[in-house]
């Protein structure tokens, strides 16, 4: 298991908090890295000095 950090963004895409999360693989964080998002814009996900992804967060205009 690795621990990942999990970057919060805000509005004006700057970082507004993180999130650790103890995964086994990197297809396994970024599966749960959205539970962890609150209402923020985005995340970027981190292991160590490498960066695994990053999901924007936001709904497309007009989608339900």
């Known amino acids: ?3 990942y ?4 963004l805000g ?3 700057h970082f ?3 999130e ?3 995964c086994a693989t990197d297809r396994e964080v970024m599966g749960r890295a959205p539970d962890v998002a609150g209402g923020h814009r985005a995340v ?3 292991d160590l000095a490498r960066c695994v992804g990053r999901i924007d ?3 497309p205009a007009g989608a339900d």
Do not use: S, T, Y
């Open 16 to 18: 507004v908090g993180v």
């Open 20 to 22: 650790a999360i103890d």
């Open 44 to 46: 970027e996900i981190w």
């Open 5 to 8: 950090r999990v970057f919060l």
């Open 1 to 3: 298991m690795a621990i």
């Open 57 to 59: 967060l936001r709904h």
């Open 11 to 13: 509005a004006d895409d």
